[in-house]
């Protein structure tokens, strides 16, 4: 089961592949985010509800960055 200290090791690592995005159109950085996203998107209801709504929050922050980028 996934759990919150999980999501934000995978936040973490999102945010420092993110950091290295050079806004080129495709590189391993963002395919590696876009399967860090699937696989969160893909266990959330294995989480607690509040877990859910955390993970909620934090994929709301990695979509905001991803537009930035």
């Known amino acids: 089961m996934m759990n919150v200290v999980d999501l934000k ?9 993110s950091e290295e995005c050079k806004r080129c159109i495709d590189c391993e950085a ?6 860090l996203i699937d696989y969160v ?3 959330i209801d ?6 859910q ?11 905001a960055l991803r537009k930035e980028i």
């Open 9 to 17: 090791k995978i936040y973490s690592q999102i945010l420092s592949l």
């Open 30 to 35: 963002c395919d590696r985010v876009e399967e």
């Open 41 to 43: 998107v893909q266990n």
């Open 46 to 51: 294995k989480m607690s509800i509040e877990g």
């Open 53 to 63: 709504t955390e993970t909620r929050r934090i994929l709301n922050s990695i979509i």
